[in-house]
């Protein structure tokens, strides 16, 4: 049976990935440091793992983590694109030095193969094409533009593009702190295991939802964002005008492809884990307010724009599919209301308004 670590555990995306991992016969280890703001509700872990408590910076207690584990799966991280901007060293801290004692303390063990969580954050805008179908590389929007609620990415021409499906070829983009620590923990691990000859795969993963995600957490899901204002009466938040476009991975079909990518002959690559679809983020909310028995609280388009934020990027899946062969199986249309029964019988506190408060008091919306 191999061992298998998983850093960030305890975590939404980490109790299913365990729990995969335990139906696959799997011994597995968590470990986690319990982040106050992620665990601020009590969360069950899966049956049958074992716990280990520590931050991935402290090398005396992955030492001790690490004894006798054949493979690591790294998702310990702070996970605010928001956020990361004002608390930068908190950022950097926990997701790059934490990956790079976490990298040592391999070297030191028997690991042979290690599967980290990088994010579609690290592309910044999706790939598009322009009124002739020609591929376009689009920078990030102009901030002057952005101020005059000009929200749509432009060509050079200065006409809107289309976005398409984005492959991992698309160079990276970084338009955050979180972005840029996660595309160093993807590079750093890849970097890491070919120089030591182990086996390592990145998920760059798009935006993930279920049961488990952290309702009282504001700065992450934007999902869990819009049911924890909803389930409180709430109307849901909406920056810009709602229009742009996200692609939404149920986090059981993420807890596949991590076990797909701890066992598949594969290395060495970053692929994309995403639905494949596209939606736009205004009717996301409303679909949201439906599941949860509350059509009449319409979203609230803000016209704002938070510092850091993409308009649009969705995934080209198909890398991941014949690599590992991955197929997500669960569509967000069809997952509402199994969410939606989850989060009603779930405790916890909207903080929402203090997540815009303090963006706002730091002039990262406008
Ligand atoms: N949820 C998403 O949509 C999404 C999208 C792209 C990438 N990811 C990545 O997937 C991974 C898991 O995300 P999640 O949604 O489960 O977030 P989460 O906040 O629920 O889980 C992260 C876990 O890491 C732990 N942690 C944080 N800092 C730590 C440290 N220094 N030492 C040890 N443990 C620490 C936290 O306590 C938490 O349990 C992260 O690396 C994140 O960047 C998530």
């Not at 991992?168 to 970097?191: F, N």
Request: aromatic share 8%; net charge negative.
């Amino acid at each position: 049976m191999p061992t298998t670590l998983i850093t960030g555990g305890a975590g939404f995306i980490g109790r299913h990935v365990a729990e995969e991992l335990l139906s696959r016969g799997h011994d597995v280890r968590l470990f986690d440091a319990f982040v106050p703001q992620v665990h601020g509700d009590p969360v069950r872990l899966p049956d049958g793992a074992q716990l280990v408590r520590g931050d991935v910076r402290d090398r005396d207690a992955l030492d001790g983590a690490l004894k006798g584990v054949d493979g690591v799966i790294h998702l310990a991280a702070e996970v605010g694109v928001g956020q990361s901007m004002y608390e930068v060293a908190r950022y950097v801290g926990a997701n790059d030095l934490g990956t790079a004692v976490l990298l040592e303390a391999i070297a030191a063990a028997d690991v042979g193969r290690i599967v980290v969580a990088s994010s579609m954050s690290i592309y910044g805008e999706g790939r598009y094409r322009d009124a002739q179908g020609a591929p376009v590389a689009a920078g990030l929007r102009r901030s002057a533009d952005l101020k005059r609620g000009d929200w749509e990415v432009r060509g050079p021409d200065g006409q809107p593009l289309t976005p398409e499906p984005t492959a991992e070829d698309k160079q990276p983009d970084l338009a955050s702190i979180y972005a840029l620590t996660k595309y160093a923990q993807e590079r750093a691990v890849l970097i890491f295991a070919d120089a030591y000859g182990m086996n390592a795969t990145a998920l760059r993963l798009f935006n993930v939802f279920g049961a488990g995600q952290a309702l009282s957490n504001p700065y992450t899901g934007v999902l869990a964002n819009f049911a924890s204002r909803v389930a409180k009466g709430e109307r849901p938040t909406v920056f810009e005008d709602g229009r742009q476009r996200r692609d939404f991975v149920h986090v059981r079909d993420v807890a596949t492809a991590f076990a797909q990518a701890l066992e598949a002959d594969e290395s060495g690559r970053a692929l994309n884990i995403g639905s494949g679809r596209s939606y736009s983020i205004l009717d996301v909310a409303r679909m949201v307010s439906e599941a949860l028995g509350r059509p009449d609280l319409e979203p609230e388009v803000t016209g704002r724009f938070r510092a850091g934020d993409i308009r649009n990027c969705f995934a080209d899946i198909s890398a991941a599919e014949a690599a590992l062969g991955f197929r997500p199986t669960r569509r967000l249309e069809d997952s509402l209301t199994e969410f939606a029964q989850w989060v009603e019988a779930e405790t916890f506190t909207d903080n929402g308004g203090r997540m815009r408060a303090e963006l706002e008091a730091r002039g990262l919306v406008s």
